[in-house]
C-alpha cells in the first residue's frame, strides 16, 4: 500500500536566542497544543504513533525519547527518537503512513541551545576519533576551508556571501517568530570578527531555542479534520561519507542525491520551473549558495550571481528562506529542518502574513545535519 500524506497541523514556540523563563518541556508542550489545536486532534485518542528528533549529547539525557511523552500526549503509545535532523523526522513519519502502517503520526523536535555549556566541545567530538580529532581541528574550521576552496575555484565569492546574509537577516525582519532579524550591510559582514577565514562572525547563524510539532495523516483521514493539509509529495535522504578525506567538498553530494530521492517520489521532472520558492539550510553563508545548486534550482556555478542580483529575493525568480533561514530565525540544532518546512507550509496556506509571496503552491524544505557531517534530507511540499 501507498498512500497519500498530509501535513494537517503545525505548532511552534520561539524562537529566541534565550528562555530562561521556559524548560524544553514547556517549549514542546507550547507547540504540541498549538499543532493539536490546528489539526483538531485528541492525541490520546486520534494518534497512532510520535516520532521526535533529537541528540543524546545535546539533550544531556541518553535514550531520549524517554523525554517527551508527557508533553506530547504520548504516554504509553509508540514513539521512537531519529538520531537526526527534524525532516529525518518527518520523513519517517511519511513512511509510517504511506506504508499503511498508521494514520496519523506526531512529529516534534526542539532546541535548547541556550542550555548547552559545551556545545562547541560537543560538534568538536562527532569527528572521526582516529584520524581527525587528534589534529584538534574544529569542525568551524572546516566550513572556512569548504568556503575558502569553493572561493579558489571561482564558484563563490566572499561578497556573496555577505549578499546571502543581508538577504536572510532582513528578511527574518517580516518573521515574527525569528530570533536574529536586523537591517545588516555587506561591508559590515565582510568586516565582522573572523571565525575561520574567510569565514566571518555574521556568515554563521547563531543559535536560538525553540520547538517544533508536526501532525500528519493520510488524506483520507486528512478529510476528516480541522487543519488545512498540505501534500508531503516527496522526502528524500542521503549521508556522505564521514571520512574528510573522501568527501565531495565543492558538490554537496549529499544535498544532490537527497533531492534526487524526493523529486523521483514527487514526479519532479524540472525542479527549477515547477518549485516555486524553497527554504534551505544556511547555517554558514556559503552553504545556501552550495545547496541551492545542488538541489537543482540553480545552474552550476551560478547561486551567487543569483543572490545579487536578486533572484533569491522575495521578489526574485526563486525566493528563498523567505522566513529569514537560520541566519536570520535562527540555528535550532535538530529542529532546523523542521524550521525550514515551517515556512513552506505556512506560504502553501496562505498564512505567512506580511512576507506570504503571491500564488505559490510547491516549495522545497531541504536540512543538512550539520557539522561535520554530510547528512541531508529534501521534502517537496505542495498545497
Known sequence: ???????????????????????????????????????????????????????????????????????????????????????????????????????????????????????PHIV?????????????????????????GLISLGRITEEQCAAVVVKNKRNALRNPSAAHGTEVGPEEVLSSPPLASPLTSLMAAPHADGALVFVLADTERARTLKGEPVRVRGVGWATDTPALDSRDWTGARYARKAAQMAYRIAGVQTPGQEIDFAEVDDSFAHKELLHLEALGLVPSGRAGEWTLEGQTACSGSIPVNVSGGALGEGSLLDATGLSRALEVVLQLRGQAGPRQLPGVTTGLAFAWRGLPTAVGVAAVLSA
Open 124 to 148: 568538536a567530538f562527532a569527528e572521526d576519533p582516529t584520524f581527525e580529532r587528534p589534529l584538534a581541528l574544529h569542525p568551524v574550521a572546516l566550513a572556512g576551508l569548504e568556503m575558502q
Open 1 to 119: 500500500m501507498n498512500r497519500t500524506v498530509e501535513i494537517v497541523g503545525v505548532g511552534w514556540s520561539g524562537f529566541r536566542s534565550l528562555t530562561p523563563d521556559q524548560s524544553y518541556k514547556e517549549l514542546v508542550f507550547e507547540a504540541a497544543l498549538r499543532a493539536y489545536a490546528d489539526a483538531g486532534i485528541d492525541p490520546r485518542r486520534d494518534v497512532q504513533g510520535f516520532v521526535t528528533a533529537a541528540e543524546d549529547y545535546h539533550e544531556g539525557t541518553s535514550i531520549y525519547d524517554e523525554y517527551t511523552p508527557d508533553q506530547l500526549g504520548a504516554a504509553q503509545r509508540p514513539m521512537h527518537t531519529i538520531g537526526g535532523d527534524g525532516l529525518h523526522a518527518l520523513a519517517a513519519a511519511y513512511m509510517q503512513i504511506a506504508s499503511g502502517l498508521m494514520d496519523v503520526v506526531v512529529v516534534e523536535a526542539h532546541s535548547k541551545a541556550s542550555n548547552i555549556l559545551s556545545l
